[in-house]
């Protein structure tokens, strides 16, 4: 619910001010296509498959320690569903666009046990370019299909504190990914200056091998997990398309 109220603020305020904006060439509701036209875009991706997404921001060994004191690994796909970007029509047909998603957070954790904690700390970042040509228009609908290529990063530390023995380590994680993929989506122009938008994105994702050093009384230890790949469907977006 809050999520809904939040989308529709949005659509508020983004709708009074492009009526305060000069709209170029703009007639009734039809799509404002035309060379030289740009937007800001804002980003968010609620339907995504399970093992293949837009827009990956990386991934990460984590630690699963065993009795015999090795520990194994899991990879952690992580993916922001929210982003921004900025859309030019460098010709009456093509469109360019580059988004990026940003993220960033900390916690940290008290344990029962007297003078044992944990502070963690991640971020994650995305980038992507997307070329979309754009189809007759219908009315006040703008179909498109185009290409998108993406880029994404993971880090992340933590260090746990504890008065027992060995008790006191620490960890680093990175990891990261890079695809490409085919666009089919439209805009929705309701009202002057602005859209909602739908894309849906097939395509192709390469992880690199994700990366952990483990510290414990002083000893280091390195584990790296393994590279992935994968072609199939990919990530539904939600479009919110503002012009300036």
């Known amino acids: ?30 799509p404002e296509i035309h060379q030289g036209s740009r937007n ?3 980003v968010y991706s609620p339907f ?28 952690l796909k992580v993916t922001p569903t929210y982003g921004i970007g900025l859309q030019y029509y460098v010709t009456d047909k093509i469109a360019l666009a580059i988004g990026v998603s940003f993220g960033t957070g900390s916690r940290t954790l008290t344990f029962l046990t007297p003078g044992e904690s944990e502070k963690a700390s991640e971020t994650v ?12 228009s ?12 993406h880029y ?15 008790g006191t380590y620490s960890g680093k994680m990175t990891g990261s990914s890079v695809g490409f993929g085919a666009n089919l989506g439209f805009d ?8 909602l938008g739908g ?29 992935e790949s994968g072609f199939g469907t990919g990530s539904a977006s939600i479009l919110l398309n503002v012009h300036f």
């Open 40 to 42: 800001i875009i804002f």
């Open 1 to 30: 619910m809050k999520q809904l109220i939040t989308a529709l603020l949005l659509v508020v305020l983004a709708t009074g001010f492009s009526f305060a904006q000069d709209n170029k060439n703009w007639d009734g509701t039809k």
């Open 125 to 136: 970042f995305g980038f992507s370019l997307d070329g979309n040509y754009h189809l007759k």
């Open 188 to 195: 929705w122009y309701f009202a002057p200056g602005i859209s």
């Open 138 to 149: 219908l009315y006040g609908l703008s179909p498109y299909a185009g290409l998108n290529v």
């Open 199 to 227: 894309k849906y994105t097939l395509g192709y994702e390469s992880f690199t091998s994700p990366v952990q050093t483990f510290t414990n009384t002083g000893v280091s230890h390195t584990h790296t997990g393994a590279s």
């Open 48 to 75: 995504v498959s399970s093992d293949l997404k837009g827009a990956y921001s990386g991934s990460y060994t984590s630690p699963n320690f065993n009795a015999d004191g090795s520990f194994d690994s899991a990879s």
């Open 152 to 166: 994404g990063t993971y880090s992340g530390n933590y260090d746990h504190t504890s008065t027992l023995p060995g």
